[in-house]
């Protein structure tokens, strides 16, 4: 029970990973705040974590608006009195291509979700963290912002969450003075839905088994397998918790070892 009576506020939750970073975290003793934009998710992700609806609350959300970033932390506290973390999992991770055919409007999109996004959400959270006396920010990023895939291009993306790892730097020291901790889960190809679509597109598209595509993937990894949406919500929940109490300003690869650093 790494989490028992801390309240995380997990945004970006839908049918993958931010639904498995909610359930592990009530798995884990959380009470869990979750955001994200369409409440039919969310009502889904609350009713079937906690049916009870004792350990969780949640508000529609867009963390580009800073005023609903702000009803977002605010409900945390009304309804559970403390903000111990946020596991920032919501991004615009739908625009595809490179520098050659880019569409700056929608590039100025992806950062403003996924990067000043974040921090939007993150500062909300912070007057609440300080008073307590310290807290976990988790940022969810991506392998391909130290590793492009050749399979698919998606520049924006990395790029955007290339910056929040520099941003994360600079988060760890200005808020380390007051025990508050950031740190980065960085996920390869991870399998759950968008892995799951990429797979059977793919198969599709060129006539072979999925699993002829899964193992063109598999087999750059160390371990025989694709992680999965559950292993980067453990990852994600261990850094939320007082275990890793001592790290901040990392970021931890959860991708079967298909890259080491």
Known sequence: MLLRGKTVIVSGVGAGLGHQVAATCVRDGARVVLGARTEANL?????????????????STDIGDEEQCAALAELAVERFGRIDAVVHV???????GGLADADFASWAKVLDVNLLGTLRMTRACLPEMKERGGGSVVIIGTQSSVAAPSQVQQAAYAASKGALVSAMYSL?????????????VQPGWM???????????TA???????????????????????????DVA?????????RARAITGQSLLVNAGELMR
């Not at 088994?209 to 990894?221: C, F, G, I, N, Y």
């Not at 453990?234 to 007082?242: H, Q, W, Y």
């Open 90 to 96: 919501a991004a615009l991770d739908a625009y595809f």
């Open 204 to 230: 599709h598209t060129e006539g072979v088994a999925e699993d002829e595509v899964l193992s063109r993937l598999t087999e750059r990894m160390a371990l025989p397998e694709l992680a999965t949406d559950r």
């Open 234 to 242: 453990e990852a994600a929940v261990f850094l939320a918790s007082d």
């Open 43 to 59: 009502a889904k992700t609350a009713a079937e974590i906690d049916p009870s609806e004792e350990r969780t609350a949640w508000r």
């Open 172 to 184: 760890a020291r200005e808020l380390g003075p007051h025990h508050i901790r950031v740190n980065t």
């Open 191 to 201: 399998w759950g839905p968008p892995v799951q679509a990429y797979v059977q597109l």
